[in-house]
C-alpha cells in the first residue's frame, strides 16, 4: 500500500527474480556503462539533449539483452518491474504537477516582476549582480526549475546588467548560481523530488534539513559576486540599454510569489507535495485571472487548428517533463537490472571492503560516486537517477539517515550540473545569451570555457558536502523506527 500522510513512499512490488549474465556483474551492468558512454560522447560533439539520452537508455537496455544468459522473458520481466518501482512513478508525478506550477507562474509574470524589483533598485556594477544572484535564487525556489530560471534571467538580466556596468562574465555566474540554488532547495524542484523519493525521504524533512547547507554556500556567494560584479568599462549606450529592458518589465508580477509562499508554507508544515502543488497552481490561476495578468486560454484552451490541440501553460509544465519522464523510468529499470544482475552487491562488496566499519570513507564514497556520474553525465537529474541507487544502497548499509543521502545526493548533483562548460543549463544559458544578439548587438558573449569559476554557489555547495563528508559535519543516523519504514521498498 501506499503511505499518503506525507512524501514517503511504502509501497511495494513483487521482486524479479534474479537474472544471469555473460561477463557475471560487469555483464548486468552494460545497460548503464552504455548509457553513460553515450552521454559523454554525445556532450563532447555538442549533441547531448533529453530525447537522445532516452534513445542510450534503450539502446543500452536492448544491447543488456544480448548479454542475458538467463530466458529472456526473464530479463523483460525484471525490465518491467524496475520501471514498475514506485521511486520513478512518484518522481514523475510530482515533476508534472511541479512543472505546471512552474509555467503558471511565468505566465502570471513573475520573472518581469522580479527584474523590475531588479531596476528600481538603483543597484549597478557589483551590487547589481549581486541582486540578480537573490532573485535568480528566490524564482528557481519559487518554480523549482533551474533551467526554466537560466533563460529567464538570461533574457532579462543578463542584458539589463551588462548596460548598468556588471563585469559580463561574473553576471552570468550569478544567474548560473542562482538557478543553482533553487534547484537544490525548492521543494518542487525536480532533483529535490529525484533526490528524497530515491531516498525514501519525505520532501519537507529533506528541504528543511539542506537549508543550512544551501545558506552557508549562499553568503560568500553574494559577497564574492558583489566585490567582482564591476566591469571594466562601462558600456556604450548603456542608459538606452536599460530602458530597453525595464519596457518589458511590470511589477504586478510580483503578485505570483502569493502562490509561491503558499506552496512554501504548505509543503514546509508537511503537507503532501501533491497537494501542496495543487493548491498553488489553483490559487496562482484564480489570482492571475483575475488580477488580468492572462486570459483563461493562456492557462489551459482547446485549439482545434493547433496541432497540439490543447495548449497553455499547463499543458507546457507537462510536456517539458515528458521526455525526462520516460528517462527516469529506463534508468530505475537499468539500475534494477544491476540489482537482479549482483552488480550492485559487487560494487557494494568492493567499496565495503574499502570502507571498512569507516562511515567516513562510505560517505567520500557517495560524494565521489555522485561526482564522477555528473562530471559524464550532462543533465544533472538523470545523473542523479543514475547515482541514486548506489547513494542508496551504500547509505542503509553504514545507517546513514535518509535526509543526509539526499543532501549529498541532490547537492553535488545540482553544483555540477551548473559547473562544468559541456552542462546543459551552461550550454542553455550561453545559447540563449547568443541569440539575444540578434535583438541586441552590444551585447557581450561569455562563453562556457570562461564562466564556470564564477559559479560561486556551485563551487562552495561541492565543498561544503566533501567537507560534511570527510569531517562527519552534519552526519545523522537511521533511528529502528525509520529502518523499519524503509523495510517495505528493500
Request: net charge negative; proline share 4%.
Amino acid at each position: 500500500m501506499t503511505d499518503t500522510s506525507d512524501n514517503r513512499t511504502t509501497t511495494t512490488c513483487p521482486e524479479a527474480p534474479s537474472l544471469n549474465f555473460r561477463l557475471g556483474a560487469l555483464g548486468a551492468a552494460i545497460p548503464l556503462i552504455f548509457f553513460v558512454g553515450w552521454a559523454v560522447i554525445t556532450s563532447v560533439l555538442g549533441l547531448s539533449s533529453e530525447i537522445g539520452l532516452v534513445m542510450g537508455a534503450l539502446f543500452g537496455l536492448t544491447l543488456g539483452l544480448l548479454f542475458c544468459k538467463s530466458r529472456w522473458e526473464a530479463y523483460a520481466s525484471g525490465l518491467f518491474s524496475g520501471m514498475a518501482q514506485p521511486i520513478g512513478v512518484v518522481a514523475v508525478v510530482a515533476w508534472f504537477y511541479a512543472g505546471m506550477l512552474a509555467q503558471v507562474l511565468q505566465t502570471g509574470g513573475l520573472v518581469e516582476g522580479l527584474v523590475w524589483l531588479g531596476g528600481i533598485s538603483g543597484a549597478s556594477g557589483g551590487a547589481f549582480v549581486g541582486l540578480t544572484f537573490v532573485l535568480a535564487a528566490v524564482f528557481s525556489t519559487a518554480v523549482g526549475t533551474g533551467y526554466g530560471t537560466t533563460v529567464a534571467f538570461s533574457t532579462l538580466m543578463y542584458p539589463a546588467g551588462v548596460a548598468l556596468g556588471c563585469d559580463p562574465v561574473v553576471l552570468f555566474g550569478a544567474i548560473l548560481a542562482g538557478a543553482i540554488f533553487g534547484d537544490n532547495l525548492a521543494p518542487v524542484s525536480d532533483t529535490t523530488i529525484v533526490s528524497a523519493t530515491t531516498q525514501n525521504a519525505d520532501v519537507p524533512g529533506v528541504v528543511k534539513s539542506r537549508f543550512k547547507y544551501s545558506i552557508m554556500a549562499a553568503v560568500p556567494s553574494l559577497v564574492l559576486f558583489v566585490l567582482l560584479g564591476n566591469a571594466s568599462s562601462d558600456l556604450e549606450g548603456g542608459s538606452a540599454a536599460l530602458e530597453a529592458m525595464m519596457a518589458r518589465t511590470d511589477p504586478i508580477g510580483l503578485l505570483m510569489l502569493i502562490p509561491f509562499a503558499l506552496v512554501l508554507v504548505l509543503a514546509l508544515r508537511g503537507h503532501h507535495l501533491i497537494t501542496s502543488l495543487t493548491w498553488g497552481i489553483v490559487s496562482a490561476s484564480v489570482l492571475i485571472v483575475v488580477a488580468g495578468l492572462a486570459a483563461p486560454g493562456d492557462i489551459m484552451a482547446f485549439d482545434s487548428d493547433s496541432d497540439a490541440v490543447v495548449t497553455g501553460a499547463l499543458v507546457d509544465g507537462v510536456s517539458g517533463y515528458v521526455n525526462m519522464a520516460i528517462l527516469i523510468l529506463l534508468i530505475v529499470a537499468t539500475a534494477h537490472l544491476l540489482k537482479l544482475g549482483g552488480t550492485m552487491s559487487a560494487i557494494t562488496k568492493g567499496l565495503t571492503r574499502w570502507i571498512g566499519d569507516s562511515v567516513r570513507r562510505a560517505e567520500l564514497a557517495i560524494w565521489g560516486i555522485v561526482a564522477l556520474l555528473n562530471s559524464a553525465i550532462t543533465i544533472n537529474t538523470a545523473a542523479e537517477i543514475a547515482a541514486a541507487p548506489f547513494v542508496r544502497e551504500l547509505g542503509e548499509k553504514y545507517r546513514i539517515h535518509r535526509y543526509r543521502r539526499a543532501n549529498m545526493l541532490d547537492a553535488v548533483t545540482s553544483a555540477l550540473g551548473y559547473i562544468f562548460p559541456w552542462g546543459a543549463p551552461v550550454l542553455l544559458g550561453w545559447a540563449t545569451i547568443t541569440a539575444m544578439q540578434h535583438q541586441y548587438d552590444w551585447l557581450p558573449i561569455v562563453a562556457p570555457t570562461e564562466v564556470f569559476p564564477f559559479v560561486f554557489h556551485g563551487w562552495f555547495l561541492l565543498l561544503i558536502m566533501l567537507f560534511a563528508a570527510a569531517t562527519g559535519w552534519g552526519l545523522r543516523f537511521e533511528t529502528p523506527e525509520e529502518l523499519a519504514q524503509a523495510s517495505p521498498t528493500r
